[in-house]
T-cell receptor, first 114, second 108 residues
Framework: GAGVSQSPSNKVTEKGKDVELRCDPI?????LYWYRQSLGQGLEFLIY????????KSGLPSDRFSAERTGGSVSTLTIQRTQQEDSAVYLC????????????FGEGSRLTVL | GIQVEQSPPDLILQEGANSTLRCNFS?????LQWFHQNPWGQLINLFY???GTKQNGRLSATTVATERYSLLYISSSQTTDSGVYFC??????????FGTGTRLTIIP
């Protein structure tokens, strides 16, 4: 597609359930990022994939969070045993190549944990 | 530590006014971007500007990397300019570190 695509756009879940959020980056972009934005806050880095390199997981807040990127394209962010503090908008971004160039963001997945 | 600071945190202006938003950063940068987050939450790319000056219509930006700041200028403000403006910086670790944003409200 022309832009970064994320699904679902909205997800409401119960505390303790697992959720999966999907990101489809811009075609041909080798770098993919996940960020989180809590209500009224700035963006917090979670994880970064670059080509076939090992991902930079330094921003993941706990071991309940994991992400994978299959075939160098689509990525899935998984949150296990969700907690209310996980409620936020999860934003995916992609960039054409490492080290330089603009990041382009998707519209985000809004997660609400009841 | 690595920091990105934006000022002012909030700005309320009458339609037609001009404004300057500032971004200070604590270290040398590879990349710097300005984004507009509209009321629906979408992050819109405004400028990719690690150095120099760029203009796009009523908006322009200047980054002085040696002095570690960037400025975003908005002229002849319109109500559609309302939202939060973020500066985001890559300090060479290939990740964008975001500032806390400037919330701009344009009153008709």
């Amino acid at each position: 597609g022309a832009g970064v695509s994320q699904s679902p756009s909205n997800k409401v879940t119960e505390k303790g359930k697992d959720v999966e959020l999907r990101c489809d980056p811009i075609s041909g972009h080798t770098a993919l990022y996940w960020y989180r934005q809590s209500l009224g806050q700035g963006l917090e880095f979670l994880i970064y994939f670059q080509g076939n390199s090992a991902p930079d997981k330094s921003g993941l807040p706990s071991d309940r969070f994991s992400a994978e990127r299959t075939g160098g394209s689509v990525s899935t962010l998984t949150i296990q045993r969700t907690q209310q503090e996980d409620s936020a908008v999860y934003l995916c971004a992609s960039r054409a190549k490492r080290g330089t160039g603009e990041l382009f963001f998707g519209e985000g997945s809004r997660l609400t944990v009841l | 530590g690595i920091q990105v600071e934006q000022s002012p945190p909030d700005l309320i202006l009458q339609e037609g006014a001009n404004s300057t938003l500032r971004c200070n950063f604590s270290d040398s940068v590879n990349n710097l971007q300005w984004f507009h987050q509209n009321p629906w939450g979408q992050l819109i790319n405004l400028f990719y500007i690690p150095s120099g000056t760029k203009q796009n219509g009523r908006l322009s930006a200047t980054t002085v990397a040696t002095e570690r700041y960037s400025l975003l200028y908005i002229s002849s403000s319109q109500t559609t300019d309302s939202g939060v403006y973020f500066c985001a910086v890559d300090f060479g670790n290939e990740k964008l570190t975001f500032g806390t944003g400037t919330r701009l409200t344009i009153i008709p």
